[in-house]
C-alpha cells in the first residue's frame, strides 16, 4: 500500500505558544501526533521530546518484522516515556511535565497505532468516520468502569487526563491494529480540533475535499479556529492508496 | 455500500474489524470472528459493547435487531426442514392406468388387481422409507444444530485469563438453548456456574433462566433484583435516601445502601457452591452494581439523562467505593491506606477507610462527620475490620490495643440489632475467642469446625 500524508499545526487563538508536536514520513510509512499536557510547564518540550524520542527508535532501524512492530511501538513509547522524566530530573522546574501521543505506524497492508492521552485518530471511509481511540480520561475512564479506587478526587474534571507521556515511570499505551484498503483516510489531531469540530463536521469537510488531500489540515484547522480556536490545534491525514 | 449502514468492530480492545455493513457482520458473528463482548461503532457514533442491549437498541438499532435474530434463527431453521421432507407424502400412483386394464377379462383384473395392490404396496414401502430416512436426517440436522459444546470445553475457556472465547461460545452456542437446558435439568448443576459467570459479567440476566435459579441460595435480606436494569432502576427510584446515606446523615436501608456497605472481606471468605467467577451472589451483585453506575455515569456524561452534576459526582464516589469493594474480594487491592477513601466521603470513606488499615492503632484515621444514627452501623464495621486485622496478622495473639479496641467494641455488638441483617455469627465469635485468650491459629481452627464453609484465612 501507498501512503500520502498532509499534516499541520496552529497555535489557535486563545493561547500563547503552541504545545503540540508533529512528524510525518511517507517513505516511512510513520506519522506522529503530540499535545503537550497544558496547565503545566514544559509541555511544549515534553511533546516535542516524545516525537524526537519516537523518531529516534524508528530511524535507528533498518526494518522491523511484521510480527515485531507491536512491541517495537510498546518499546519505542516507553523510551519516549523515560525521556520526558529523564530531561523532568535534569531541570526541575518542569519535571512533571507530560503529553499526549498518538502514533501511526503503516506496515505493509496494515497501520499499527500507539495512543495514548486524548489525541484522537479517526478512520474515514466510503463517506463515515470512526473515531478509532478511546480518549485516557477521567469521564471516559469513570464511564466504562476502569479507574481505580483512590484515582480519583472529589472535583476531577471530566477532561483531566488519566493516561499520558511523562506522568510515571510506566506508561500504558494502547496498541491497536486494523487491516488497510485502498481509499481509507486516518485523522490523527489534538483536542484542539475535536473541542471545536463535530466528528460530523471533520467527515463533512474530508468529503468535500477528499481529492486535495494537502489542503485538509489547513482547512481543518480553520474549522477549529472558526469554532473558537481554545488550545493549539494539530491534524495529521493519511490517505491509503492502491499499489 | 451506503455511510449509514456501515459499522466498525473493536475486537478485544487492540484489533478493528471493517467497516462492515449489515450482512458481512452477521457473517462474522457466524463465523465468530467477534463475540458480545466486542465493540461497534457506526458513523460517528459512540462504541458500545455488544453485549449491551439497551444501549445497543438506542444506538444502533439495525444490530440490535439482527443480533436478537441471529441467535434464535438457527433454531428455527430446522423446524422448516423437517416442513420440507414431509411434502414427500403427497408423492403417489393413484392415476396409473394401463391399457392391459381396459381389455382384461374379471380373473386377469384381478390378478391386475393384486399386482396393482402389490405394486402400491412396495410404493407406499418406498415412501415411508424416504420419510424415515428424511425424519432421521432431519433428526440428525437439528441435534447437530442445537448440539451444545462440551462442558469441559466451556470450563476450560473460562479458567483462561482472555475470557473472550468463553463468552463468544457461551453467547452464540449456549445462552440461546438456556431455558431448555434449565427445563431437561441435564447436567444443569455443571452449566449453573457458567450462567452466572456469563450473566453477572455482563447484564446480570439470561433470557431463559429465573433469577431464582440465577441467585441461588441467597439470604432473605439480600434477596433482591440484581441485574443492572434493576440496579439502574433502583438508583433512580431512591437517589435522594442513597444521597443522605453516602453525606452521613442517615442510615437508609434499601439494596445500593446495603450494597455499598458491605464488606469486602465478608464476602471474600464466603464462596457459595455453584459460583465460579463471581464466587458468590455478593460478589455477583457488587458486579452488576458496577456495572449499572458506570452505565448511569456513561449517560449522564451524554447528557442523555438530565441529572446535574451533583450526581455526577455521587456516580464518581459510589464507583470508586464498588471498585474498591471488588478489588479486596478479588485480591487486587494495592493502595496505601491513606489514599483508600480519597475519592469518598461521609459513610463511604468511613467504611472504605477501615477495610483499608493494617494496624489497630490506624483505625482512628478514620475519621469523618457522620450523624451519630449510623454509630451502630460504624460499629459493626469496626468489629469486621478489627476480625481482618487479626487474620491478617495470621499468628500469635493481638497487641492490647487491640485488645482494648475490640473489648469497646463487642459491647456495643452486644447490646444491639446487627444493622446489616447479614449473618456476623463466624466473625463474632472469632473476636470473642481471640478476646478470651485463644492465640488466632487456635481460634481460626476452631471456627472452621463449627463453620467450614466460612473461609477464614
Known sequence: ?243 | MAASQAYLIRRDCRQFLGPMNSEEFKKGLKRLDFGLQDEISGHCGPWVILDSKEELNAKYPEIASLLGEALPLSWRETTSHARIISRHRTKGDKNHKSAAHKDAGDGFREYLQKQRNKSRAITIFFVLLIIAAGVIAAGIVLRKKDDLPPIAEVVSLSEKSDLTEFFNLMGVRVIPFASRIVKSQKNLNSWLPLFRMYAYNSTGNIDGISQKLLRGDAPAVFNHDCTVEGWKRRWKENTIQTQQFLSGKSLQKNPWTKILALDPYWVKRRPQKGWVNPNSIYEGCLMTASLAIQSLAAEASSGDSGQGTENQDNYLIVSSRLLHQLNIIHGLSSISPSEASAGEVGALGMLTCLESQTTASALGNCKTVIHHDLDTFIGEHFVLAMTQLALTQGRGRPDAQWQSLVKQASTTMSAEEIMSRLDLSPELKFVGLVQGGLDIEQAKGKIKMEFPEVKFE
Not at chain 1, 16 to 31: A, M, T, V, W
Not at chain 1, 211 to 238: Q, Y
Open chain 1, 1 to 243: 500500500m501507498r501512503i500520502r500524508m498532509a499534516g499541520a499545526t496552529d497555535i489557535g487563538r486563545r493561547r500563547k505558544g503552541n504545545q503540540d508536536s508533529i512528524f510525518y514520513d511517507e517513505s516511512r510509512g510513520l506519522g506522529i501526533v503530540a499535545d503537550g499536557i497544558g496547565g503545566r510547564k514544559g509541555g511544549d518540550i515534553a511533546s516535542s521530546l516524545a516525537v524526537n524520542s519516537i523518531k529516534k527508535s524508528f530511524f535507528a532501524v533498518e526494518s522491523i518484522r511484521y510480527g515485531e512492530i507491536n512491541s517495537f511501538l510498546v518499546d519505542a513509547i516507553d523510551a519516549a516515556n523515560t525521556s520526558i522524566l529523564a530531561r523532568g530530573e535534569l531541570e526541575p522546574e518542569i519535571a512533571g511535565m507530560g503529553t499526549t501521543l498518538n502514533c501511526l505506524a503503516f506496515v505493509g497492508n496494515r497501520l499499527h497505532l500507539g495512543h495514548i492521552g486524548d489525541s484522537r485518530s479517526y478512520l474515514y471511509q466510503d463517506g463515515s468516520i470512526y473515531q478509532l481511540t478511546i480518549d485516557h480520561n477521567v469521564g471516559t475512564f469513570a464511564a466504562r468502569g476502569w479507574l481505580r479506587p483512590g484515582q480519583l478526587v472529589p472535583g476531577s474534571k471530566n477532561e483531566a487526563l488519566v493516561k499520558a507521556l511523562g506522568l510515571g515511570s510506566t506508561c500504558e499505551a494502547d496498541i491497536y491494529e486494523l487491516e488497510l484498503k485502498a481509499g481509507q483516510v486516518f485523522i490523527s489531531c489534538s483536542d484542539g480540533l475535536t473541542g471545536m469540530v463535530s466528528d460530523a463536521d471533520i467527515a463533512r469537510i474530508i468529503r468535500k475535499n477528499i481529492s486535495n488531500l494537502a489542503s485538509l489540515p489547513s482547512l481543518l484547522i480553520a474549522a477549529a479556529n472558526a469554532g473558537g480556536g481554545v488550545d493549539n490545534i494539530t491534524v495529521l491525514v493519511s490517505e491509503v492508496r492502491g499499489h
